[in-house]
């Protein structure tokens, strides 16, 4: 349990913090605004279509920029508390000086990050139309 606190601690904060961030700024808009005179609650504003999704926009490219410190930050939990893993491998790897090792790693986790930044624009689509290419 201690490795998977020590690597979501800060990601978990910084996505946290931005969301309240977004629904802040999302709650001043004029259709927030337009909500309030009709009548809305304010829990309903702020967790529905009307200021919630307009807000994932900048979280879910948050989401893709935090991801690589987790992978990264993965590498180093793997090491402090000498779990077996991929981390281990890459650390034994540049040791030994193992080329091929290196390199697969080095590809590995470059295409995971690759595909997690390709979903994340694939949802921002769904999410914020505004942004869909034509």
Do not use: C, K
Not at 34 to 48: D, K, N, V
Not at 83 to 102: C, Q
């Amino acid at each position: 349990m201690l490795p998977a606190l020590v690597v979501a601690a800060y990601p978990t904060g910084v996505i946290a913090q931005m969301t309240r961030a977004a629904l802040i700024e999302e709650s001043g808009q004029d259709h927030a605004r337009l909500e309030r005179a009709l009548g809305f609650g304010e829990t309903s504003i702020l967790l529905t279509r009307f200021a919630l999704r307009p807000a994932l926009g900048p979280v879910l490219s948050l989401i893709a920029l935090v991801f690589a410190y987790a992978i990264v930050n993965g590498f180093l939990v793997e090491a402090v508390f000498n779990w077996p893993g991929l981390g281990r491998y890459a650390a034994e790897s540049i040791r030994s000086l193992d080329t091929p090792g290196i390199a697969g790693v080095t590809l590995l986790v470059a295409l995971v990050y690759v595909l997690a930044n390709l979903v994340v624009d694939i949802l921002q689509g769904f999410v914020d139309p505004r942004t869909r290419s034509r």
